[in-house]
């Protein structure tokens, strides 16, 4: 299997975590996929024509993405139970779609700092995309807690990219700090990025 990759993709971060976890990260070769919508990348367009990462080339052809259906693929795979069935997908479901979300109004924020011309940059679009996230970030620390304490599940995998991805990105996207607020999200999360599949996952 190939994977279309970039380090500091926190996209791109989800399918590798859920490798460490699997102890699979050596199945996979990994295809230097950066780009931007504006620099597309040829090996990521070649797997997914919006260009965008990550995108899996199974060992038969198939190009399959987004993060989620790789993520999901992976589990199957692997049998790593990281999707719960009946009831519990629900919240696990739903908790993967907030992280990943999280994650769109990052890249937006990054995107419109990176590739447009500093005269045209939006500060409506910019804050817009800013109180997305906070009001993600608050909503994990009043409604998350118990679910992500619990046993590992791919939305605790999605949270820890995305928040981290938070303090990576905090200068060039131009959010607050979002750990003082929250000591509670705080505490959990840096327990879960001392995990060997965060460490070994940190963006850079
Ligand atoms: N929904 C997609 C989002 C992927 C995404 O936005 N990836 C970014 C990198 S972090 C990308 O490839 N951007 C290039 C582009 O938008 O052209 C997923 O879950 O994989």
């Known amino acids: 299997m190939k994977l279309m ?12 975590v859920v490798l460490e976890e699997a102890g699979k990260r050596g199945e996979v070769e990994l295809v230097d996929g950066f780009g931007s919508p504006v620099a597309p990348n040829d090996a990521a367009l070649a797997n997914n024509p919006t260009g965008k990462i990550p995108s899996l080339l199974l060992d038969d052809g198939t190009a399959i993405y987004d993060s989620r259906v790789i993520t999901r693929y992976l589990d199957q795979q692997f049998n790593l139970g990281l999707y719960p069935t ?19 109004a990052c890249i937006l924020c990054v995107y419109e700092v990176r ?47 995305a928040l981290e991805y ?12 979002w750990r003082g607020d929250h000591p509670a999200l705080d505490a959990w999360a840096q327990k879960f990025s001392s995990r060997a599949s965060m460490q070994a996952t940190t963006p850079e």
């Open 5 to 16: 990759y970039a380090k500091p993709s926190p996209f791109v971060r989800k399918v590798m």
């Open 86 to 104: 009946g009831a519990a997908a629900l919240a696990t479901n739903t908790l993967e779609a907030h992280a990943d979300a999280m994650m769109d």
């Open 115 to 161: 590739c447009r011309d500093e005269s045209i940059h939006s500060p409506e679009w910019l804050d817009a995309q800013r109180g997305k996230i906070a009001r993600a970030v608050s909503a994990l620390q009043d409604s998350w807690m118990d679910h992500l304490n619990e046993e590992l599940d791919m939305g605790q995998i999605g949270v820890g990219c």
């Open 166 to 177: 938070l303090d990576f990105r905090k200068e060039m996207g131009g959010w607050a700090d």
